[in-house]
Each structure stands twice: as structure tokens, then as C-alpha cells.
């Protein structure tokens, strides 16, 4: 189990893309209502995600930089 913090989203911010869902393999964002959202349980922490927003609104502050 990791002890990472699962990634935030601010969904104010998100465009849908869904480049942070490509990039997820945990498989924990999904899209909902034209905006994307993690699904904290199944979310490693990894922090992918967070480099390849466009808007930078995945939250930074909650992911390992490791």
C-alpha cells in the first residue's frame, strides 16, 4: 500500500481533456459531466497525471514529487 496521497482535481479548472486519464494506470479518473475526477481509493499517488494537465488544475500540493 502506498503512502502517497491520491491526486486532487480541481474541477473548476478542468477542460475534460483527458490527458490525465490516459496517462493513469491505476485507472482511477474517470469522466463525469465533462470533467474529470479520481477515484481516491483506486489513486497510487504516482503523480503522472499532474505532469501532463495542460491547466495544471490536478492539485500538486497533495503528490510525492518522488
Excluded: F
Excluded at 28 to 41: N, P, Q, Y
Amino acid at each position: 500500500m502506498s503512502d502517497r496521497l491520491p491526486a486532487r482535481i480541481d474541477d473548476s479548472r478542468c477542460c475534460g481533456c483527458t490527458q490525465c486519464r490516459l496517462v493513469c494506470q491505476a485507472g482511477a479518473i474517470m469522466l463525469e459531466s465533462a470533467r474529470c475526477r479520481v477515484e481516491e481509493a483506486q489513486c497510487t499517488g504516482c503523480g503522472k497525471c499532474r505532469w501532463v494537465c495542460p491547466l495544471r488544475c490536478i492539485n500538486e500540493d497533495d503528490l510525492s514529487d518522488e
